[in-house]
């Protein structure tokens, strides 16, 4: 099947909001098997809309239409593709009743701009809109299929989640997203490039990220076990070939990961940051129930704070600087001490623009102390901005430290 989504509205067109509808929908169509050719985006007038819907009728299957169902004059989705089917426009009851219950709560009567949301194309199924007042709509005829769906994002995504558990027929369509770090996408297809080839059903899908790869599972069966075990199987393929690289599912995040695995190990953690400013620490704090494992970070930008508050010798900083791989492990074991924690991270190094220590920039050192010992990784980023390198020594820090859980104490799950 092939589809196009549809954008109405000239607020798009004049930049005055952002498209993230189309994003959204690509997604999920993806996640239940459905290849999308085609975005359009077109303003509110009757002869453009029109002349887009046409045009999708003739390359696509399924077309997917947001916007354009509401209470004003140039809310005109449904009243275009009605006159384009040759079909009528009728009130539906429950839409209608939900509209007027609204009003009355705030004192107002129905008008017949509210009344227009309540009207639909004959012979579609109502889509009801747990999020708001404008139902959508999936209509099929002998070449097409059509869902019509609110432009506002959250009203949306509640009629997804709520009428499309089982999409486009009988088969059941499950999806499953495999996290990686370490590796680039090139890299990673290049692993898999066999894999890729011959997997049809399940599918594979790579997805860049920043500094991240994402791999969608995607298998359809009659039974959904049988999708489940068919994903398994195609995961255990999968990880045997990058199972180094591989962190987590879904929309899980690194920093949520080494918690989780800190804290099912019994492993408590501190940090101490020079060029990353706290970054490394606010990652972990952003997510409730940090501190069942995270004990505390010391953010030592300057010489002076290394020395006071983590006991890096003056003779140390002099002779190696302050980006030096023996400073990152001073850091990391004066953490260690400070907060009491069984392990901590420590990252030093030259951000940019300029280098105040001699080394390039992009230069970084990261270092892991553990009950077993200190170990340090030098990364050095290309011409990043200052931002990038340090996003990017945050999340090699933390993909550091789980490497060092899986291997000494539990798997991410």
Request: glycine fraction near 8%.
């Amino acid at each position: 099947m092939k589809a196009e989504i549809i954008a109405v509205g000239s607020e798009l067109l004049l930049g005055e909001i952002a498209n993230t509808n189309a994003q959204y929908l690509s997604e999920w169509l993806a996640s239940c098997g459905i290849d999308v050719h085609y975005h359009s985006v077109v303003g509110d007038n009757e002869a453009r809309m029109t002349d887009v819907f046409k045009q999708a009728q003739a390359r696509t299957d399924l077309l997917v239409i947001t916007g354009g169902l509401g209470p004003t004059e140039d809310d005109l989705t449904k009243e275009v593709l009605a006159k384009l089917l040759g079909r009528r426009l009728q009130v539906d009851e429950v839409a209608y009743n939900r509209i007027e219950g609204f009003l009355k709560t705030r004192g107002r009567m129905m008008t017949d701009n509210e009344k227009k949301q309540a009207l639909v194309i004959e012979g579609a199924d109502v889509l009801s809109n747990g999020a708001g007042l404008a139902p959508g709509m999936s209509l099929k005829t002998a070449d097409h299929q059509y869902i019509l769906l609110p432009g506002v994002p959250r009203e949306m995504k509640q009629i997804i989640a709520d009428h499309f558990d089982h999409l486009f027929g009988q088969e059941t369509i499950k999806s499953r997203t495999l996290r990686f770090f370490g590796i680039g996408e090139s890299a990673l297809n290049d692993r898999l490039t066999d894999l890729i080839r011959s997997s049809q059903n399940p599918s594979i899908a790579p997805y860049a990220e920043l500094a991240e790869v994402r791999l969608r599972l995607t298998a359809k069966a009659a039974q959904e076990q049988v999708a489940i075990e068919m994903l398994d199987g195609l995961e255990r393929l999968v990880l045997a070939e990058v199972e180094d690289y591989f962190y987590g599912y879904g929309e899980t995040s690194l920093p949520e990961v080494v918690l989780r695995t800190c804290e099912e190990a019994g492993v408590t953690l501190a940090a101490a940051e020079s060029l990353t400013g706290g970054a490394f620490a606010s990652g972990l704090t952003d997510i409730a129930g940090a501190s069942n494992s995270f004990r505390g970070g010391a953010v030592v930008y300057d010489d002076a704070a290394k020395r006071n508050l983590l006991s890096v010798s003056e003779t140390l900083l002099r002779e190696q600087t302050a980006v030096s791989a023996d400073v990152a492990i001073a850091m990391a074991e004066g953490a260690r001490r400070l907060y009491q924690s069984n392990l901590a991270i420590a990252l030093t190094g030259e951000a940019g623009p300029t280098s105040n220590s001699g080394k390039a920039v992009g230069t970084v050192y990261c270092a892991l102390a553990t009950p077993d010992g200190t170990e340090v990784v030098e990364f050095t980023y290309p011409a990043f901005d200052r931002g990038m390198i340090r996003l990017r020594s945050v999340k090699d820090a933390y993909f550091l430290l789980l490497k060092y859980l899986k291997k000494n104490a539990v798997q991410p799950k």
